[in-house]
């Protein structure tokens, strides 16, 4: 059927079929930058705004190992979850943006939590405590008002939340499905509730008890920095923890500098980090 056609058409095709092949997916983008054999043209032309090309694969130790996986993209902009683990790190996940930038996907920032290296220091210090340290030290807060913890349930429940604060989203999602169950038990209940999005109270439902502790969920509110049709499930009040919403169209918008990732977990349950300082 192409015979009648003059070669210029023909050529022209052609060269559009080709520049269209070669457009990589924000997904091989970022494999392709934070591979180690990654060359200074390849950052070049793929990167703009704040990000300057680095971290890039080749500042990456040798033993790293890096998994990407895409979280959300639309016409113009998609992000990327990337894990970074080794054999003596706990892995840790950041959050590559990307925009459609002259038809080719540009990555412009990357995102990571902002108080993980405080946390990580208040798990290790937790950890380092002894069982009798423990006894004196409860012994010495339960005569305090305001003292970090005054029971060995209250000292485990905020360790075990710190631990799972700083997991990477993986174990975070299979924390969420582990205790699926009872995370739609307590989303009844809060739905029982006069919730309003310039609610005072420090949480809509008390998640303390012996049926809810095992979530490790310290609060659970509306409105603040997520939007008010979101029901917000913390980990130790701020920064990580769970979502609902009846639709997607509430939900918030992404950005490197407030609501960083969301990554959904099927039932309108999404998992939600954010910056800190909004």
Same mark, same amino acid.
């Given at each position: ?9 023909? *050529? ?10 070669? %457009? ?13 054999? %990654? ?18 694969? $080749? ?6 190992? *890096? ?29 590559? @943006? ?14 990571? +939590? ?33 003292? +970090? ?35 739609? $038990? ?35 509110? *509306? ?20 979502? @609902? ?24 349950? @999404? ?8």
């Amino acid at each position: 059927m192409m015979k009648g056609l003059p070669i210029f058409i023909l *050529t022209a095709c052609i060269l559009c079929f080709s520049s269209s092949a070669q %457009v990589l997916k924000p997904l091989e983008v970022a494999k392709a930058i934070f591979d180690p054999k %990654v060359s200074p043209d390849f950052i070049g032309k793929h990167t703009t705004g704040d990000y300057n090309g680095h971290p890039n694969g $080749q500042d990456f130790p040798t033993e790293i190992n *890096t998994s990407f996986l895409i979280i959300h993209q639309s016409a113009k902009k998609a992000v990327v979850a990337m894990t970074i683990a080794d054999n003596k790190v706990k892995a840790r996940d950041k959050y590559l @943006y990307f925009t459609k930038d002259s038809a080719r996907w540009k990555m412009y920032a990357l995102a990571t +939590p902002t108080l993980a290296r405080m946390h990580e220091r208040m798990k290790n210090e937790m950890e380092a405590i002894t069982a009798d340290e423990l006894d004196s030290l409860i012994a010495i807060y339960q005569h305090q008002e305001y003292a +970090p913890y005054k029971s060995k349930e209250e000292f485990f429940f905020i360790l075990n939340s710190l631990r799972l604060k700083l997991a990477p989203d993986d174990s975070l999602v299979a924390h969420f499905q582990q205790h699926k169950a009872t995370f739609n $038990q307590l989303l009844k209940e809060v739905n029982k509730t006069s919730k309003s999005p310039e609610t005072e109270t420090p949480t809509l439902v008390n998640t303390r008890t012996p049926a809810y502790s095992p979530l490790l969920i310290s609060n659970v509110t *509306t409105g603040g920095f997520l939007p008010a049709k979101c029901i917000d499930f913390h980990i130790l009040n701020d920064q990580v923890g769970y979502l @609902y919403t009846s639709h997607k169209k509430y939900l918030p918008e992404l950005s490197p500098d407030k609501v960083m990732m969301l990554r959904a977990l099927g039932g309108g349950w @999404y998992l939600y980090k954010v910056q800190i300082y909004l």
